[in-house]
């Protein structure tokens, strides 16, 4: 089964904006977690801050284009991975492992048609 693992951080904290310790830290965690994933690792990738975001919504049938995340929030979407798991559990026991440097969260969303 395919899985999709939404990493969920306050970007105040680092993020692809930011330089130092903070993202050092958390690419260097991120490049031993991708060792360690190995061949369940389908792909993935951090994204660029949420400044740099753009949202297509739609309401009554009509689509329109704005800047920025679809919803304000505390934290926010910084980086997925895909991954083949056999079963939730095992997806749950990789989620486990991804890094994040402070609190956040990890999303584990089963793929549609996901082997």
């Known amino acids: 089964m395919q899985y999709a693992l939404l990493i969920y951080e306050d970007e105040a904290i680092y993020g692809p904006d930011k330089a130092g310790p903070a993202m050092e830290e958390i690419v260097s965690c991120h490049m031993a977690f991708n060792r ?15 400044v740099s975001a753009t949202t297509i919504r739609t309401k009554n049938g009509a ?18 991975y895909l991954i083949e798991a056999p079963d939730l559990d095992a997806a749950i026991a990789i989620a486990r492992k991804v890094p994040v440097l402070q609190d956040g969260a990890i999303e584990i969303g089963p793929l549609l048609g996901g082997a």
């Open 36 to 50: 360690e994933l190995g061949s369940a690792r389908i792909g993935g990738a951090g994204l660029k801050g949420t």
């Open 63 to 80: 689509k329109s284009v704005h800047d920025g995340p679809y919803a304000e929030a505390k934290e926010q979407l910084g980086g997925f």
